[in-house]
């Protein structure tokens, strides 16, 4: 059974804070992923990692870091937090397959950030 | 990049009515589209999807069909139950991201009135 876990359900920063967001995948998967969900907008890649140490922006990048020291371990990092980047930040992660496309991606329970 | 477009973005029907969520996608080369399901306050899970070398696919009462050539493609859920009230959410996969990411429409809120 996959799991991926969360530091935090909840968490409430002032602006300008530096904040992290933890994310922790026990199957040994290669790919971790952080979205940000909005409503009206669904998920938004914000970065991914195919990789230790290896990672390439997605959509949103723009205000956000990560960091990728071990496979299971994807943390997203809010340099200077502002009150926009206020939302639900989930993190997912997937296996790479030879030869064959995108995988099944398995979510975290999501950490709703508040920056005030 | 890839850019998915998710209608409706409400829908709501009767229990035991069908339901039809559309997606379309604007990278020919997106050969892999999943489907999720957000019940409230749950994280999004997998309930089917498709690669590109097929037109359709069942699982009980849920269904997908994929039109390659109108880069489009469908989940049909039918026989409707309360539990079936969520969000949906269609996705494709990224040539530009080498597959390993996906590009998810904006979501579909379903409500199944008992």
């Known amino acids: 059974d996959v799991k991926v876990t969360q530091s935090s359900r909840y968490l409430v920063k002032r602006t300008g804070e530096k904040v992290f967001l933890e994310c922790v995948q026990d199957m040994d998967h290669e790919n971790m992923f952080w979205y940000r969900q909005d409503p009206g907008l669904g998920l938004r890649l914000i970065y991914f990692?195919?990789?230790?140490?290896?990672?390439e922006k997605g959509d949103i990048p723009e205000g956000y870091s990560v960091s990728r020291e071990k496979k299971e371990r994807f943390s997203l990092i809010l340099e200077s937090a502002s009150t926009n980047q206020t939302s639900m930040y989930l993190c997912?992660?997937?296996?790479?397959?030879?030869?064959?496309?995108?995988?099944?991606?398995?979510f975290g329970p999501g950490t709703r950030l508040t920056v005030t | 990049g890839e850019n998915v477009e998710q209608h409706p973005s409400t829908l709501s029907v009767q229990e035991g009515d069908s339901a039809v969520i559309k997606c379309t996608y604007s990278?020919?080369?997106?050969?892999?589209f999943p489907w999720y399901k957000q019940e409230l306050g749950k994280r999004p899970q997998l309930i089917i999807d498709?690669?590109?070398?097929?037109g359709e696919k069942k699982d009980q009462r849920i269904a997908v069909t994929l039109n390659k050539t109108a880069k489009h493609f469908s989940l049909h859920i039918t026989e409707t139950q309360p539990e079936d009230s969520a969000v949906y959410f269609c996705a494709a996969s990224s040539r530009d991201t080498g597959r390993r990411a996906l590009t998810f429409g904006s979501g579909t809120r379903l409500q199944v009135q008992p």
């Open positions: 990278d020919s080369a997106s050969n892999y």
């Open positions: 997912a992660s997937s296996l790479t397959l030879r030869r064959r496309p995108s995988h099944e991606q398995y």
């Open positions: 498709i690669r590109s070398n097929v």
């Open positions: 990692s195919y990789d230790v140490k290896m990672k």
